[in-house]
């Protein structure tokens, strides 16, 4: 890890002020490159999260995947700068955006443990249109008819896609609870993007993250079995990687750029349903994932246009 990310910081401070970025791409294209491999890293942690399946309680699975990547994540954060990086006014809003994606992270695991990947992968995909509401309510931004017709689109994706069947349709509710957790997680990256590190923002998700679930363990503590363990590290180390490779991602190209490629994940979470269970997707669900797919970009397009003229 701490050879991967010392690379990547050489490669980026050679090229940072060239067209062309290393092996004749661009820097978007080796960004968008970065990007769909982070996408592909966090749809395989929800892979090990299938396979550890719902016998482990999803707090258990929780805690240790966010125990496990800040081990992982604090030698890199020694050597980017060390503990000052961690120096901050806003230890409440840390504390709060870890609440609120621990919340989802739960959710989204004791899905993934009873649904296919795709499903719960197409579910989360409305995360812009959540973000899109909660900004109007808590931010007072003004979005207009179109993007709220964009809302309105991707909910009707939404919709679909949480239909898979009349026994999973409580489940598929978790899954949209969980996406309405993350939303509230990124607006609160919104806050906290303007004064704090990017190292900052991630150790503290994940020590906070490690300690409220942490109280939960007395009632929910199964000691895993040998294969189980190395499950779980894998969620662990899936985890950190892909938000390794995010950060990159969006320290080589602009966000308006990389963002989009998110969506890459319907295709990894279909191709590992197909691959590993012999899942695949209905009609709805292919259907659904169009609508929010198309809403939730046309979303971050007008919302990168009304930054620029801003």
């Not at 002020?17 to 996408?39: E, N």
């Not at 006014?89 to 649904?115: D, E, M, P, T």
């Not at 808590?138 to 709220?148: A, F, H, I, Q, T």
């Not at 938000?243 to 963002?259: C, D």
Request: net charge positive; aromatic share 16%.
């Amino acid at each position: 890890m701490n050879l991967f990310a010392n690379y990547i910081n050489k490669v980026v401070k050679a090229h940072r002020v060239q067209k062309t970025f290393i092996f004749g791409l661009s820097r978007d294209r080796f960004g968008i490159i970065i990007m769909v491999l982070a996408v592909s890293q966090l749809s395989l942690m929800a892979v090990f999260v299938k396979m550890i399946g719902p016998s482990f309680h999803s707090s258990q699975i929780a805690f240790l995947r966010n125990l496990i990547a800040m081990i992982f994540i604090f030698p890199l954060l020694l050597k980017a700068g060390g503990i000052a990086l961690l120096k901050t006014k806003r230890i409440k809003l840390h504390f709060f955006r870890a609440f609120s994606g621990v919340c989802g992270n739960i959710l989204f695991f004791y899905s993934f443990q009873r649904l296919p990947l795709a499903d719960v992968i197409v579910i989360s995909q409305a995360v812009p249109i959540f973000v899109t509401i909660l900004a109007v309510w808590v931010l007072n931004e003004k979005v207009g008819w179109r993007r709220w017709l964009a809302v309105l689109i991707g909910f009707l994706g939404v919709t679909l896609a949480i239909q898979p069947s009349i026994n999973f349709a409580l489940v598929s509710l978790y899954a949209l609870a969980a996406t309405a957790f993350w939303a509230t997680t990124i607006l609160m990256m919104r806050l906290l993007g303007a004064t704090e590190s990017p190292f900052s923002v991630v150790f503290y998700f994940m020590l906070f993250g490690a300690v409220i679930t942490g109280f939960a363990q007395p009632w929910v503590w199964r000691s895993p079995e040998t294969e189980i363990i190395f499950l779980i590290i894998g969620v662990g180390l899936t985890g950190a990687l892909g938000q390794l490779l995010m950060s990159y991602s969006l320290k080589l190209a602009s966000a308006s750029v990389v963002t989009p490629f998110n969506y890459t994940g319907i295709f990894w979470a279909i191709g590992f349903d197909i691959i590993f269970w012999g899942l695949v997707p209905s009609w709805y669900i292919i259907f659904g994932a169009i609508l929010i797919t198309g809403s939730g970009i046309f979303i971050f397009k007008r919302e990168a246009a009304s930054l620029d003229k801003a």
